[in-house]
């Protein structure tokens, strides 16, 4: 019997391990996908290598690569992208670590109140989750970017058309700024070379500005795993989890067990309620099922997999809010062609951005021709030229929305350091028709997968109010930075950021759990990751807030389980690339 | 469940409508055209005699088709100075996306790791060599492509072989499924194209024409997922919607993906390129190949590297 077991090594189950570990508790992370002990031998920063969705090293898909990926079905156009292996979809994230919207908590009486999803606020304030912020900011730790030459034509571009730059870590105008981001800053050669052997640890130290985070980050090369540029959880989070006996005074180290994809929560009835009592798991390499009882279990393997996990273990839904109400910030993509290198293929996956309270964020993105070609490929308005699939979309950007085939995407690609891509993030509405089920048509051999409705045309006025105005802002920003040629291409949901689909509330008749992260309907069950977000939180980057989050889900579970007091307030965490971290990684050889 | 394609007769008035109608989805698919081009090789295997066709001979014709079909689509995506971006009125100076080999990229994805359902391609496939001829109306003798007697021996026993793979919900590689609905979609979108150069209808078509097929896969106006949607089980319709547009957008994506990608030129047990991808040399990316890292540090937005609240 261990006391917590955690379903899911992403962006927020390695959190709560992290912090558990550090109290005592006994915790074991149960991770479907691969261990990824050896990146710089397994990885590469190729792209089909790396994000071919169907073969690639990172992949939502088991570890042996030989096999097919795991399937989801989309009932509604969609693509996703989310990882399996420890670190999960964090492996290939950008590290962008903004705070929420403050608009987007419970209490919020700013002038602009209304211009938020009131109706599925958080149930507590912003100011009850700043500490768990600051925190987490310390632990991974999060820092202010470094810039390029992509992110200095962004911060001229946008001072050009009358924005301000925002200096504090709290959103409260429209404004620009340096992201602040969970990679660490370069030092030493860092930077400052493109000469592989000037760029080994400890000669570079951080980001060594190589433009692969996409590919899953392993800079610079011959650090210790904990040193490694961007915290993904696999460099951060995980490596304290498993050494927490080594930093942490009362600590025991988490254990992990990867290839380990759980098909079912076990339940027993304890004074009428339904109680969490463990988990069973298939080891994906061989299909021999494990069982194995915990005190409590957590739920973290994500936004698309919680539900179906949910309701294959035929958990109690008696108001239906399983699954409902995923947001996907109603990403777009507005890519401008310039007449002058804009450094676009170098530096952090993305360095800067601008938020607009009340209608989401634009930033700036560093990614590689093919993953570029693709990603325009994903248009919701047809072929320019040929077809608009009933939108073709015109704005400040250059003829319909649409995506370029042919002789025009060949041009458009001609020179790939010369284009900057602006992602847009829209602050999407909870709405009860986007959804996560388990399939009625297909299995696979863990269980029915997850079917996914998310209806782009149909979101809410707001939302796709919203959109429209960040899409034509980049392109603002694009032409102001000198852009001769600007394509929108009006994209399909893109599931990169996929929140709230377990969200936390207060009114049981529309949230799965409640204030302290656990189920309404089921005791010893919580929530850590995405999924628990009770809102797209204004637009920013979701990971920081669920990490936050589950920081504060832990204290809960200490106090409620395990007769403990919380610490956040009371105590100063330890950073993931302290010294006695890294001696105990090296030592442990992880 | 089984799902078998209009059987062929062999004898009687009913019977030769039905083999007409399987003539005709053979044809449109771009299995007649395959058998034809490669025929003398199907011979000189020896293997193929009237009845009994092997899988590898099956692989070989379904492969040829698949990949003259990808051919078309890579050169739609990414044109350059190959035959198929000249056959679709839109080529250019250098090379495209068929020079890094697209069209084995996606065969090789989409055959081996598109983790669809394992039968819904049969079941499609299935569903549109019923529906095809009802709807598409069958193919006028002029455009018929003539055969030897010997090839039609040749697909008689392929048609039978196809049948009997349906039938037993052997699974039809997805690769294969997609380029025999281009294919089939190709010759409504354009009759004439039944017949003439390349192996594949889809690669006869005009850039345009090419848009039409996808336009009416991606929109469904008139769709193909109407076209089938009543051979279908309840279930497997539900699943028809995401299947086409997925479909679409997932072979664009793919193609785009593999033309720009260091694929072609990757040893897969070194990791490293023996060559400079063609996806690299057309977007100038990396110039001087892989990097761990790039001199790119200007300092801090107005010398802030560091914020405190
Ligand atoms: C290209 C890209 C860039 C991004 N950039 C940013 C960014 O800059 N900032 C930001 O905030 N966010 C970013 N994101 C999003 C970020 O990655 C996610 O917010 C974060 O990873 C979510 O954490 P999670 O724990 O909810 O899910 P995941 O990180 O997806 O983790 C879920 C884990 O659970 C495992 N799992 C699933 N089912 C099971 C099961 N049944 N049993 C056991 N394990 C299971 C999965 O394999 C996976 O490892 C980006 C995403 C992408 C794709």
Redesign the pocket.
């Known amino acids: 019997m261990r006391d917590v077991i955690i379903?899911?090594?992403?962006?927020?189950?390695p959190v709560v391990a992290k912090e558990l570990a550090a109290q005592g508790l006994d915790v074991l992370m149960?991770?479907?996908?691969g261990r990824n002990a050896n990146p710089e031998q397994d990885w590469t920063h190729f792209e089909d290598d790396g994000n071919n969705p169907l073969s690639g090293a990172q992949r939502?898909g088991p570890s042996d690569r030989s096999k097919p990926a795991w399937y989801r079905q989309l009932t509604t156009p969609a693509m996703n992208?989310?990882?399996?292996?420890v670190g999960?979809?964090?492996q290939?994230?950008?590290?962008?670590?903004p705070r929420a919207m403050p608009g987007a908590f419970k209490g919020y009486n700013g002038e602009d109140a209304a211009d938020y999803d009131r109706n599925f606020e958080f149930p507590f304030s912003y100011e009850e989750l700043r500490p768990y912020y600051e925190w987490v900011e310390e632990t991974l730790p999060v820092q202010t970017a470094a810039m390029g030459k992509n992110e200095q034509l962004f911060y001229n571009a946008c001072e050009n058309i009358g924005m301000n730059c925002q200096t504090s870590r709290d959103i409260s105008r429209d404004a620009y700024r340096p992201q602040q981001n969970a990679v660490l800053q370069p030092g030493g050669n860092a930077g400052l070379s493109s000469t592989a052997s000037e760029l080994t640890y400890p000669n570079a130290t951080g980001c060594t500005m190589c433009g692969h985070c996409?590919q899953g980050c392993y800079e610079p090369l011959g650090a210790p795993r904990n040193l490694k540029a961007k915290r993904s959880t696999d460099n951060s989070y995980v490596p304290m989890a498993l050494t927490a006996d080594a930093w942490a005074t009362k600590g025991k180290a988490a254990s992990i067990i990867s290839d380990?994809?759980?098909?079912k929560i076990h339940t027993s009835n304890v004074n009428g309620k339904s109680t969490a009592t463990g988990v069973s798991?298939r080891n994906t390499l061989t299909g021999e099922v494990v069982s194995e009882n915990a005190k409590v279990v957590v739920m973290?393997?994500?936004?698309l997999?919680n539900p179906r996990?949910w309701q294959n273990s035929n958990l109690p839904n008696s108001h239906d809010w399983v699954g409902r109400g995923l947001t996907d910030h109603a990403f777009d993509l507005v890519c401008g062609q310039f007449p002058f290198d804009t450094g676009s293929t170098k530096g952090v996956?993305?360095s800067a951005r601008a938020d607009f309270p009340g209608k989401g964020c634009i930033e700036p993105t560093t990614i590689g021709p093919a993953f570029l070609a693709a990603n325009l490929n994903m248009s919701d308005s047809g072929m320019r030229g040929y077809y608009d699939n009933g939108r073709g979309v015109y704005g400040q950007w250059d003829g319909p929305s649409g995506r370029p085939v042919g002789k025009e995407l060949k041009s458009f690609l001609t020179d790939i350091n010369k284009i900057m891509t602006m992602l847009i993030i829209t602050d999407d509405d909870v709405e009860a028709d986007n959804r996560v089920l388990p399939s009625s048509l297909l299995n696979d051999d863990?269980g029915a997968v997850s079917e996914i409705t998310i209806n782009k045309r149909t979101r809410s006025a707001r939302t796709l109010a919203n959109r429209e105005f960040l899409a034509n802002k980049a392109a603002d920003i694009l032409r102001a930075a000198g852009a001769t040629n600007i394509v929108r291409a009006d994209i399909v949901p893109l599931l990169?950021?996929v929140q709230s689909s377990m969200r936390m509330g207060d009114d049981p008749t529309n949230s799965v759990i409640n204030a302290n992260g656990e189920a309404h309907e089921v005791d010893a069950l919580y929530i850590a990751?995405?999924?628990a977000l009770s809102n797209a939180l204004g637009g920013p980057?979701?990971?920081?807030t669920?990490q936050a989050l589950a920081t504060r889900t832990s204290e809960k579970i200490m106090q409620k389980h395990f007769a403990g007091t919380p610490w956040v307030t009371s105590s100063s965490p330890l950073s993931s690339i302290d010294n006695l971290v890294t001696q105990a990684v090296m030592s442990r050889g992880l | 469940m089984k799902k078998n394609l209009p059987t062929i007769k062999t004898d009687g008035e009913e019977e030769s409508s039905h083999f007409k109608q399987r003539r005709d989805f053979l044809t449109r698919s771009g299995i007649v055209g395959a058998v034809a081009a490669i025929s003398p090789m199907l011979l000189a295997s020896n293997k193929t005699q009237a009845g009994w066709i092997s899988n590898s001979v099956i692989k070989q014709v379904l492969d040829a088709v698949t990949l003259d079909t990808f051919k078309g689509v890579t050169a739609f995506v990414m044109p350059g100075n190959d035959w198929h971006s000249i056959t679709q009125g839109e080529a250019t100076w250098g090379v495209g996306g068929l020079a890094a080999n697209t069209d084995q990229y996606l065969l090789e994805n989409l055959d081996n790791y598109l983790p669809w359902p394992k039968d819904i391609g049969n079941s499609i496939l299935s569903a549109l060599g019923g529906a095809l001829s009802e709807s598409a109306g069958s193919i006028p003798i002029s455009l018929a492509i003539l055969l030897k007697p010997v090839e039609v021996i040749i697909l008689n026993a392929l048609d039978k072989k196809l049948d009997a793979l349906i039938g037993d919900s052997e699974v039809i590689p997805l690769g294969h499924v997609f380029s025999l609905i281009l294919n089939i979609t190709a010759t409504i979108v354009n009759p004439l194209t039944i017949n003439g150069g390349h192996i594949s209808a889809f690669s006869r078509l005009t850039m345009s024409e090419k848009a039409q097929v996808f336009q009416r896969l991606e929109t469904g106006e008139p769709s193909i997922s109407d076209l089938i949607g009543g051979k279908l089980s309840a279930k497997e319709n539900a699943f028809l919607p995401d299947l086409m547009s997925t479909f679409i957008r997932s072979l664009l994506q793919l193609a785009t993906f593999g033309s720009m990608s260091e694929w072609h030129a990757l040893d897969k047990n070194t990791k490293a390129l023996n060559q400079i991808p063609i996806g690299w040399q057309l977007s100038n990316y990396l110039p001087n190949g892989p990097v761990e890292g790039h001199d790119d540090l200007l300092g801090y937005w107005q010398g802030r590297s560091e914020i405190d609240a």
């Open positions: 379903i899911g090594a992403g962006g927020g189950g149960l991770e479907a996908g939502f992208m989310n990882m399996a292996g999960g979809t964090t290939i994230y950008f590290g962008n670590s996409v380990a994809f759980v098909t798991w973290a393997a994500g936004c997999e996990l996956g993305s863990n990169i950021h990751d995405n999924s980057n979701p990971t920081l669920t």
